[in-house]
């Protein structure tokens, strides 16, 4: 499914107009079809890209007497079973679709259908007999949904560029949000980049009253991080054999489809075990991976020699510079809001050259959030024994050394890393997260925005904040920093990134180890299984021994990246003075011109590496001359 949208309330003639300028700009290419449908003066629209009953599946679906609606973004992965219970309560189906399922599950239990699905979704339920729409989304995000309240109208769709289509809801941008993308490189929910605008947060159920216009919202699941007390004492090969277990079983009910479906391969351990479990479950297993020309960004010895192991059947597009380069303009399209993660533009090449041969895809994501994977999760472990170090030491010996370091532009170079580390260290475990994965400090944030902004800041509180933990038990604190993975990072930039690369190519990407049962599995593990000493993914690896070669399991993480600092002093010098140039930044208000001058001149001139920062700015401009054009 492609995306959904609607409008509750107001006028109804100018609601069915505008639902159906909506549905024209969630324009993922090839859709399968489309439908618009008018209930109860409340008009809902779905485009589909059809991957189960591709004949009877078409949007919106309603029940028996035509009382209840719903349209779907996304798929429900266990409604062979919810159809087979709803059927033996007296329901009665007319399509062989998963999102038939939805409107008999609220026909069953109301809202509290959430806590009987295992899917990615994003979908409204329309009830006519009790005067009320239902928004809900999956667990961890996977799918998108935004909503407005605009006077008597609430008016939701999956893109946000949807509902820009109505001047209404054109309210300029929002300070707090914008301070927020120069701090994590993307806008966390609840929040969007314009005033008056949300997305709906994961795990949460929005009810609207059609008759007085209130709305309530409910979160139906949280997860619970640690090991509960009637687990203790599985021994380590025990845990093995769940993880893969429940790791094959999760794999299993996310390949129904009544299409073709492949895997992403990168190589890394996540994208080989979902590989690995698809070929333990039988058939020919398509693999697609991408290869760079440039030699520090390259895995793709590593998926080709994952896919001779297991056997895939598979195919690896190399990325030339001009290709990632000529996708730059079209970034503004491909985005929503801005996003500051550059790996979107070969997650996009990816998704597209996936396409031409399956509709479906299924990746790794999710894996270095639950398994403490990333490499900033040991680097909070060390920073704790580099504190202990006397401050003569740290201050007087290594930082000075640190920061005299040549300037490297690979990805992810030790200068780069360490400049961080050291720069971050010293902070609070959720300060010094930020400051390590995101791009402006608090203090670079204020020199960069204009005084107008920080104005528009004073009193306003930011929402990128980690929740406590359940029962009021304050968290580990390198489980607050999963936490703070799984809120922020997660849902906000790599699930973000694989639906908008993926849907603009018309490929249905599937996630897998985000599946209910994996992640239950996975939150519940104590974090010595994950993180230990400072090896990462310990329970995963161990579980995947004799599955995949020992040196896959074991080799450094790179990430996927494209060559930012090298091409902003090669072939986008020009066109990042151009976006970032005095006079226009002057004209638009949000930015400092003088400080912004400063980060483009010393990353020219080769002093500094300020690839994060300027990439951040330079994605925000694209997309805000965008946003401007209407």
Known sequence: MCGICGIAGGDPARGLELVGTMCRTMAHRGPDDEGIEQAGGVT?????????????????????????????????????????RLVAAGHTFITKADTEALVHAYEEWGEDMVDHLNGMFAFAVLDLRRGRLLLARDRMGIKPLHYAVDGGRLVFASEL???????????????????????????????????????????????????DGSLRLRRYWTPTLGEPNESRGTSLDGRCEELRAVLLESVRKELIS??????????????????????????????????????????SRYSREVARHLGTDHRELTLEPSMLL?????????????????????????????????????????????????????????????MKAPSAVRRGLVEPVVRRLPVSRDNLSFDFRAKRFVAGAAYPVAERHARWMGSFSSEERSAVLSAE???????????????????????????????????????????????????????????????????????????????????SKFLLKRALRGILPAHIL????????????????????????????????????????????????????GTRDNRKQLWTLFVFELWYEGYQAG
Not at 351 to 357: H, K, N, P, Q
Not at 578 to 589: I, K, Q
């Open 258 to 299: 009544d299409v073709p479906v492949g895997v992403f391969l990168s190589g890394g351990i996540d994208s080989s075990a979902v590989a690995a479990m698809m070929s333990r479950l039988g058939g020919d297993v398509k693999s697609f991976s991408v290869g760079f020309a440039d030699r520090s960004f390259d895995e």
């Open 453 to 535: 902004v920080r104005e528009g800041l004073v009193g306003m509180a930011g929402g990128a904040g980690v929740e406590g933990a359940p029962n009021g038990v304050p968290p580990d604190p390198l489980n607050e920093v999963l936490l703070m993975d799984m809120r922020l990072y997660l849902e906000n930039d790599i699930l973000v990134k694989l639906d908008r690369a993926s849907m603009m190519a018309s490929l249905e990407g599937r996630v897998p180890l985000l599946n209910n049962d994996f992640v239950e599995f996975a939150t519940r593990l104590p974090l010595n299984l994950k993180l230990r000493g400072l090896r």
């Open 326 to 386: 000529d996708l730059i303009p079209r970034l503004p399209a491909l985005l929503d809001e801005p996003l500051g993660d550059a790996s979107i533009i070969p997650t996009y090449l990816l998704s597209a050259f996936t396409r031409r041969y399956v509709k479906v895809a299924l990746g790794g994501d999710g894996g270095d959030e639950l398994f403490a994977g990333y490499p900033t999760v040991a680097a909070h472990r060390l920073a704790t024994y580099y």
């Open 554 to 605: 074991n080799r450094r993480k790179k990430g996927f990246g494209i060559p930012v600092a090298h091409w902003f002093r090669g072939p986008l010098r020009e066109q990042l003075q151009s976006v970032l140039a005095p006079a226009r930044l002057r004209r638009e208000g949000l930015f400092d011109p003088e400080a912004v001058g400063r980060l483009v001149g010393d990353h020219l001139a």
């Open 44 to 84: 809902l629209g779905a485009r589909r890209l059809s991957i189960i009953d591709l004949e009877g599946g078409h949007q919106p679906i309603h029940n028996e007497d035509s009382t209840v609606w719903v349209v779907q973004n996304g798929e429900i992965y266990n409604f062979p079973d919810l159809r087979e």
């Open 161 to 211: 560029k949807a509902l820009l289509r109505d001047p209404a809801l054109r309210k300029g941008i929002d300070p707090v949000a914008l301070d927020e993308y120069l701090a994590l490189e993307f806008v966390p929910s609840p929040r969007s980049m314009i005033r008056g605008i949300k997305k709906l947060q994961p795990a949460h159920v929005l009810v609207w009253s059609l008759r």
